[in-house]
């Protein structure tokens, strides 16, 4: 008896050992984090108008973007932000669709100072472009292929007027709840609305205490503005790295030691992601970005004594070397199971990790929705879809492969704005262990 009870107490010790690098790491910051928020959230307060709107400059740059850069453009003229104060510039980098016509289009249809600029193909390279055409005191990168929330503009423009140390921001960025509800088949809905759930906790929750700290790893690319003078102390974006978002923000922050934040009440909508292999594509060149950008500035700082120091230590640590336990975790799972191993206390320890990440999305759920206060219609959808709770932990699960295999790949392929699909790469996996089974065959062959 005295055996069993000893061989139990070892199983669960060592399954609570491993259960401590996700709670230490993640899930207890993510709690503390949460509820800073959420006591934080109860003390907004509106900011003044100034006596005279500044001017702004808008650069969209367009790739093939025929289908939505009407839509973009008129987003922007129904702006709260008056039309007389914006300038935007079209930066078409080599479009071989007929993009050029949801231009002209919109001309004839808004009352918007309007600028179309042929560039070099890269969205880098496009924005670098248009940067020198602009004239606005702010300047403001939007992506063609989404659209503003009226209040957008307004509210970004507010939060620099009010704040002169501000240097550079970036928005909240969503999935558009229109499109998600239309999506029709099922498993991609649920898909996008684990990712609107992602988005809606990334950007409102963790972004916003990274903005407090004025640690933003991240302005999107999507959704971004700066003040001019800023911009042009800068190298530019990057065009060597596909992280030239992520760059850009460590070039404000760290080397020109300026403050960068996020505007949770500026909105940006994007397209839900049309399906796995986009978002394998997506969260890949996400994860090679954040590599690359990291390091060039961590220099001699990537050490574990740092970890509670130096929050960029501590991004990677999460967001890579920790992911490689999660891996031996799952793995030594499976393993185990043949060496007799408890299969109740390897389930009961799933089952708590899962409901502690379930509780962590809880909180998060609770802090975004104080956020969302001003926009009572995404509060409405972002509540009707809180199921997703109980989703999200293995969606996120899913997602962390996908970045691991990110980091595989990016220590033996060359950087690319697209990389191989989700089926691609399970085709050349599947040819790779039908190879090596031929090879044991063969052998055994031999050796018969």
């Not at 907004?44 to 005279?52: E, G, R, S, T, V």
């Not at 002169?164 to 499109?179: S, V």
């Not at 089926?423 to 089974?437: F, I, N, P």
Request: aromatic fraction near 12%; charged fraction near 20%; hydrophobic fraction near 45%.
């Amino acid at each position: 008896m005295d055996y069993f009870v000893n061989l139990t107490l070892f199983q669960m010790g060592f399954w609570i050992t491993w259960a401590m690098i996700p709670i230490v790491v993640e899930i207890i910051p993510s709690l503390i984090s949460a509820v800073r928020l959420i006591v934080r959230s109860r003390h907004q307060h509106d900011l003044p108008l100034p006596a005279k709107l500044p001017f702004i400059s808008i650069i969209v740059p367009v790739y093939n973007s025929e289908d939505t850069l009407f839509a973009c453009l008129q987003s922007i003229n129904d702006s709260t932000f008056p039309n007389k104060n914006m300038q935007i510039v079209i930066a078409d980098n080599q479009s071989t669709d007929d993009s050029f016509q949801a231009f002209a289009t919109a001309q004839n249809h808004f009352d918007l100072n309007l600028q179309l600029i042929r560039t070099e193909q890269g969205k880098a390279k496009a924005l670098n472009g248009a940067i020198y055409q602009c004239i606005g005191t702010y300047i403001v990168n939007i992506d063609s292929d989404g659209v503003l929330e009226k209040h957008a503009l307004m509210n970004m423009v507010l939060q620099f007027e009010n704040d002169l140390e501000l240097a550079a921001m970036t928005g909240t960025i969503l999935p558009q709840r229109a499109l998600i509800k239309r999506t029709k088949k099922r498993r991609l809905r649920l898909l996008q609305k684990n990712e609107y759930f992602e988005y809606a906790q990334a950007f409102l929750s963790g972004r916003t205490i990274e903005s407090n700290n004025n640690e933003l790893f991240t302005m999107s690319g999507a959704f971004s503005a700066f003040r001019k003078d800023t911009l042009l102390a800068t190298f530019m974006y990057n065009t060597s790295t596909v992280g030239e978002d992520t760059d850009m923000t460590f070039q404000v922050r760290e080397r020109l030691k300026r403050k960068v934040m996020l505007c949770a009440d500026a909105i940006f909508y994007i397209e839900p992601t049309p399906g796995m292999s986009q978002l394998y594509k997506q969260r890949q060149r996400w994860m090679r970005g954040e590599l690359e950008v990291s390091r060039e500035y961590m220099h001699h700082d990537a050490q574990l004594g740092k970890f509670f120091h130096n929050f960029l230590v501590r991004r990677i640590m999460i967001d890579h070397t920790f992911i490689f336990p999660k891996m031996i975790w799952l793995f030594a799972s499976v393993v185990l199971l043949f060496f007799r191993y408890s299969p109740v206390v390897l389930g009961l320890s799933y089952l708590v990790i899962y409901l502690l990440y379930v509780l962590v999305s809880l909180v998060n759920f609770v802090s975004v929705g104080k956020l969302l206060q001003e926009f009572p219609d995404e509060k409405r959808f972002y509540r009707r879809v809180s199921w997703v709770i109980w989703t999200l932990p293995i969606y996120n699960f899913v997602i962390s492969w996908i970045r691991l295999v990110g980091i595989i790949n990016s220590m033996s392929m060359p950087g690319a704005w697209n990389t191989a699909t989700f089926g691609a790469e399970t085709k050349s996996v599947g040819r790779v262990l039908k190879g090596d089974m031929q090879r044991l065959r063969d052998q055994k062959q031999k050796k018969e």
